[in-house]
Structures are given as C-alpha cells and as structure tokens.
C-alpha cells in the first residue's frame, strides 16, 4: 500500500496540467498585447525619451511586483506551491498594484511637459 501511494505521488495530474498549458498561452498572448500597446504609447508620444523610461519603469514594477507577491504568497502559505491559479491570481494583483505605484512615482519624479 505504501509502494502504491508513493508512485502515485509521481503520476501528473490531467486537469492541473491542461490547466498549466492553458494558462501559459494565455500569459503569452497578454505579454503580446502589453508590448504592442506600450510600443503603441511610445509611438504616439510627443516626448518619445520620456515615453520609452516610462514604459520600462512600468514593465519593470509589473515584473518585480508579480514575482514578489507570488513569492510571499506562497512563503507565507496563503497559497501552496502547487495552486497556479491561485498564485497566479495573486501575482497579477501584486504586479498591477506596484504598477500604479510606479506610474505614480514616476509621474512625480519626471513630470509631463507642459505646452
């Protein structure tokens, strides 16, 4: 029985896994559209310099943010190492949460040209 219950330990779960796939290319396709909007914003700007920081600085606090806080949930136990949606819920809102505070420092760091 104890034979049984470890090799089952090593066996992948189906749902988990299609689930893993599924989640992967969504997360690509919303890095796409993320760079081609930032590309967009840069484009568009009349301070083209100023745009290209701005648009790093906010990828960078995404980034950073997300890892942090899917980190700390899952240090912490809020969430299991195992639970991607889970972790992935909450590194989506630490990344979008350090976004905001990224544009707001920066917005006050370099402030928009006035005409």
């Known amino acids: 029985m104890f034979k ?19 989640l992967g290319r969504a997360g690509r396709r919303l890095l796409l ?5 930032a590309a967009y914003d ?7 310099p100023r ?4 648009q790093g600085a906010l990828a960078g606090a995404g980034l950073i943010g997300g890892w942090a806080a899917g980190s700390a949930a899952v240090a912490v136990g809020v969430c ?18 350090a976004t905001y505070g990224a544009e707001a420092g920066f917005g006050s760091l370099y402030p928009r040209p006035t005409r």
């Not at 840069?42 to 083209?48: F, H, L, N, P, R």
């Not at 745009?51 to 701005?54: A, P, S």
Request: proline share 4%; net charge negative.
């Open 42 to 48: 840069v484009v568009e700007a009349d301070d083209k």
């Open 4 to 22: 049984e219950i470890i090799q089952a330990s090593g066996r992948p779960d189906e749902g988990v896994m299609r689930l893993a796939q599924q």
């Open 51 to 54: 745009e290209v920081m701005r």
């Open 33 to 37: 559209v993320s760079l081609a909007v």
């Open 80 to 97: 299991a190492a195992t639970a991607p949606v889970c972790v992935g819920a909450i590194a989506f809102v630490g990344g979008l949460l």
